[in-house]
């Protein structure tokens, strides 16, 4: 168990509908990373939030966007849901920037987009 | 071209084989090298970092060429739990965030 936790386990959406993805970080963890898993592919970067404010992005369009809050935990936000976006959604916390050694990931979420 | 590169497979070897993936990268930049390993729909975790003299943890050696921008992932006598993906990560350099190869999928059977 990495204490990294996430919400929910699955999710359906349709097209055009937005969804909100959570994330609590390892305790005493003050950055969170966020990453797209499409089925057959290796992670990808979304961006990271280290003490409050995004520090880092990814690929992404706007229609991404996130939070952090004041004890660490993390959201994901996705407008306007398109079919591609069907993926699995890690979180992953770490101290003090992220480097991928230091990072632990959470459960993720799986979302299926129709 | 991708900036991380890895043959998915799978490769399927019997318990007891040497198995070896590579990863090449396309970015000259890149500062920092790691294997990951992931189990079927599960989160990754850290397999090893990889440093430029090469490292050894137990059945496991990763080595890195910077001339030909390429690492290795080695995997001596090998287990049923070894049955795996196997992610290839690069970060550039100055900056923590990494990029992943797509995996590739190990498969030890008996």
């Known amino acids: ?114 | 071209r991708k900036e991380v590169e890895q043959d998915p497979g799978p490769f399927n070897v019997p318990e007891g084989a040497t198995v070896a993936f590579n990863c090449t990268y396309s970015n000259s930049a890149s500062q920092s090298f790691f294997w990951y390993r992931q189990d079927c729909r599960k989160e990754p975790k850290l397999l090893m970092s990889v440093y430029s003299s090469g490292n050894e943890d137990g059945r496991f050696t990763a080595q890195l060429n910077r001339a030909s921008q390429y690492i290795s992932l080695l995997i001596r006598d090998s287990k049923l739990s070894d049955s795996a993906t196997y992610l290839c990560v690069v970060t550039r350099g100055g900056s923590y965030i990494p990029t992943f190869g797509r995996g590739t999928s190990l498969i030890v059977h008996p």
Do not use: M
């Open chain 1, 1 to 114: 168990e990495t204490g990294v936790t996430q919400s929910p386990t699955h999710l359906i959406k349709t097209r055009g509908q937005q969804v909100t993805l959570r994330c609590s970080s390892q305790s005493g963890h003050n950055t969170v990373s966020w990453y797209q898993q499409a089925l057959g592919q290796g992670p990808q970067f979304i961006f990271q939030y280290y003490r409050e404010e995004e520090n880092g992005r990814g690929n992404f369009p706007p229609r991404f966007s996130g939070l952090q809050f004041p004890n660490y935990s993390s959201e994901l936000n996705v407008n306007a849901l398109e079919l591609d976006d069907s993926a699995l959604y890690l979180c992953a916390s770490s101290l003090g920037g992220g480097a991928p050694d230091t990072q632990y990931f959470g459960p993720g979420t799986r979302l299926t987009v129709l």
